[in-house]
């Protein structure tokens, strides 16, 4: 499933922002920390708390948690690359695979 999720993550385009195999992000001008998060960083557990968010970032481009604070939306609205949602493109499994991916690199 992480095999699959990776082939997946490179299909839609995750590595163009997220680095290559997720591991190093792209500047971001105007967002919380000038970068795009890469999935086995330090702030990764500071923007995604669980499964269930990861799945909601990739579904949506946003996590409610986050669209609940007013310094959080000063970001996400300013940054200039935003993350997409990708429920019109990728079905639950397809994005619980990604999810299995990303968890996989941070194990090692």
């Avoid at 995604?48 to 970001?75: C, H, M, P, T």
Wanted: charged share 30%; hydrophobic share 35%; net charge neutral.
């Amino acid at each position: 499933d992480a095999q699959a999720g990776r082939e997946i993550a490179n299909r839609v385009g995750c590595f163009g922002c997220h680095g290559p195999e997720g591991r190093a992000g792209v500047a971001n001008p105007l967002s919380f920390k000038g970068y795009i998060p890469p999935w086995d960083g330090d702030d990764f557990e500071e923007l995604v708390k669980n499964d269930q968010e990861l799945k909601e970032w990739i579904s949506n481009g946003k996590i409610q948690r986050l669209e609940n604070s007013w310094v959080a939306q000063y970001f996400l609205k300013n940054q200039v690359i935003k993350m997409p949602g990708f429920r019109d493109l990728l079905t639950e499994d397809e994005i619980s695979k990604i999810t299995i991916f990303i968890r996989a690199i941070q194990k090692k």
